[in-house]
């Protein structure tokens, strides 16, 4: 039974019971019973509103986290993918190093290798930035995880204590 549902049903006890037993109680008494009772159902949707702010709160932030991991992931996909596209050319740089000494000695076009060779250095820096760059998006990334992922802590601790609390109930007519 819900709160605002047990409020009522104690409220009508309460009348039945006055009925029932043929006492009168004096209207400032009602007034004032009535008044409190919907003190406590101010506090009790009060209390209900937090709750379920909280709850939405919550849940913002698992996803705001999901999309992190989410991320993460593919920044480290990228990372490895521009991994590899360095070690390959390093590979290059070495080959063409290698075909660079071979024609220098049977004295062939050494300028055009040369420049194949700036190229593929060139590229392979770029590949070792692009791998840096990556790196350094990983760690900014994990780094707004743990933040995200305490938040998460704190709003669990603070849905937990809101479900927790009691909610206030009238105190019932007194009997005759």
């Given at each position: 039974m819900t709160g605002k549902k047990l409020v009522a049903a104690c409220l009508a006890a309460a009348f039945l019971t006055i009925t029932l037993s043929g006492c009168f109680v004096s209207e400032s008494k009602f007034n004032a019973q009535t008044k409190e009772l919907k003190t406590a159902q101010d506090s009790l949707a009060k209390v209900e509103g937090e709750r379920n702010k909280a709850a939405a709160d919550l849940a913002a932030a698992k996803q705001s986290a999901a999309k992190l991991q989410t991320d993460l992931t593919a920044a480290k996909t990228a990372c490895k993918k521009a991994q590899g596209a360095c070690g390959l050319a390093e590979e290059k740089v070495k080959t063409l190093e290698t075909e660079n000494a071979s024609l220098k000695k049977q004295a062939g076009d050494a300028a055009k290798l040369q420049r194949d060779l700036t190229a593929s250095k060139a590229a392979a820096k770029k590949?070792?930035?692009?791998?840096?760059?990556?790196?350094?998006?990983?760690?900014?990334?994990?780094?707004?995880?743990?933040?995200?992922?305490k938040k998460i802590a704190d709003l669990q601790a603070e849905v937990k204590i809101l479900s927790e609390k009691p909610a206030k109930t009238p105190p019932e007519a007194p009997r005759n």
């Open positions: 590949s070792g930035d692009a791998c840096k760059a990556a790196e350094t998006e990983i760690k900014s990334l994990k780094g707004e995880i743990v933040k995200l992922n």
